[in-house]
């Protein structure tokens, strides 16, 4: 591996770079970033969990002038958990440019807000083609001025649908701009998309072999009529701290949610028939350790850089090889190892050929799980009904909560600030503590309403 030092960034970008610990380059961004930053196009074969943001993110940034209050970057992303997620990894890296405004726009929320912000001008957008266009449609998104277009997870964008959305939305968009398409695999159809939409571009594929064996992927055979049970005995066997469960159905997803709940198990679902709120809360609840499990259908988990996934568990096996990549590449991110377990059927063993060659099947029966064990989260959520745009940041609450209510620092876990919400993730033994002092207390002179999730 690589130095960023090697690269020519901006002083302000390699140190800022340097205090989020971003010291070796992964691959793609070893392979991609000297012909990035010169202004090639690209066009990069890449698996989730590669570090594909930072990229685009990094010669996306070096080419926007703050000064002009132009739309001068644009990253369409498949949904909107991802577009949010982009957004705020690229304000990470980017948080040295002062002034620098990133807006996302994507769908599931109302037009107006964004249209709003949209009038206050913005440097970078990150959003779903679907509402991308429905802003140019209604004239309130002007792209001409673009400098850098990004596809990420393109194939994921075409398998959606998108094709000529995407196509449509690249009428609007400056002709002299460089182009960055990154997607997981490389077939026909994102072939012809990428001709028809990059200039000599430089191809890059990272091949997965290297990565492939952090992730021990391990088969178990089940009896279709006693799944549930022999999942129970699996999760008490690996007791993973922290778990991505993936079903092929909403439906499976509820019922299984549902029945780890009733065993007592820290559960919660992630599907698409939940309104925004409810995606948003889960995510922050699983991310912050207040869930152990996070049991979710492919749509909904797609691109979701969710760190410290220490097992997936495809509950179903996925439909096609490339769900079965993706889903397996919630674990062993940025070259961590992880775990992949997958139920299979007893009486269709045959499938797990299609996943891999010389697969690991193994028998429950073999297993010595412990009876009584359930999977707990260590943490809790509490809530707080004001955030960014009150001024609220974390440092006042971390002060509230350790000065005024005489918690420890390490009883706090993750703070998540959103725009009108706070969400502090609190150790369980400390929660009732944390919550009646936070009733009867303020934070910066004001009284908030505090609730637990
Ligand atoms: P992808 O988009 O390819 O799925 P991400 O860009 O979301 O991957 O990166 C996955 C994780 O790896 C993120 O948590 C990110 O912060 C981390 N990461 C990316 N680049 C580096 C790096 N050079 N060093 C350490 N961690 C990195
Ligand atoms: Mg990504």
Known sequence: MNNFEKLKLSPNMLQNLKDMNFVEMTEIQEQSLPHSLEGLDIIAQAKTGSGKTLAFGIPLLQNINVKSFLIQALILCPTRELSDQVATQIRKIARFQHNLKILTLSGGVPMRPQIK??????????????????????????????????????????????????????????????????????????KTLSKNITINPKFITI??????????????????????EELLKLLRYY????????????????????????????????????????????????????????IATDVAARGLDIKEVDMVMNYDLPRDIASYTHRIGRTARAGKSGLAISLVDKNHLQKIE???????????EKINPD???????????????????????????????????????????????LDRYTYVSIKKEAFQKAIKGLQNTKIKKRSFKVWSL
């Open 117 to 190: 912000s949209l009038e206050h001008g913005a440097h970078v957008i990150v959003g779903t083609p679907g509402r991308i266009q429905d802003h140019l449609g209604k004239q309130t998104l002007n792209l001409k001025n673009v400098k850098t277009l990004v596809l990420d997870e393109a194939d994921r964008m075409l398998d959606m649908g998108f094709y000529d959305v995407i196509n449509h939305i690249l009428e609007s968009v400056s002709k002299k701009r460089q182009t960055l398409l990154f997607s997981a695999t490389y077939e026909e159809n994102i």
């Open 207 to 228: 091949k997965q072999e290297q990565d492939k064996k952090l992730v021990s992927e391990i088969f178990y055979k089940v009896q279709r009529d006693q799944k549930f």
């Open 239 to 294: 007791k993973p701290l922290s778990i991505i469960m993936f079903c092929n159905t909403k439906i499976a997803v509820q019922e299984v949610t549902n029945l780890l709940q009733d065993a007592g198990f820290s559960a919660l679902d992630l599907h698409g028939d939940l309104d925004q709120i409810d995606r948003t809360e889960t995510l922050i609840q699983f991310a912050n350790r207040s869930c152990a499990i996070l």
């Open 354 to 364: 299609d996943y891999k060659d010389n697969p690991d099947i193994r028998e429950i």
């Open 371 to 417: 009876k009584n064990i359930k999977l707990l989260a260590p943490m809790k959520t509490l809530c707080i009904n004001g955030g960014k745009k009150d001024k609220l940041r974390a440092g006042d609450i971390l002060g509230v909560f350790c000065v005024a209510i005489g918690l420890l620092k390490e009883d706090i876990g993750k703070i998540d600030l």
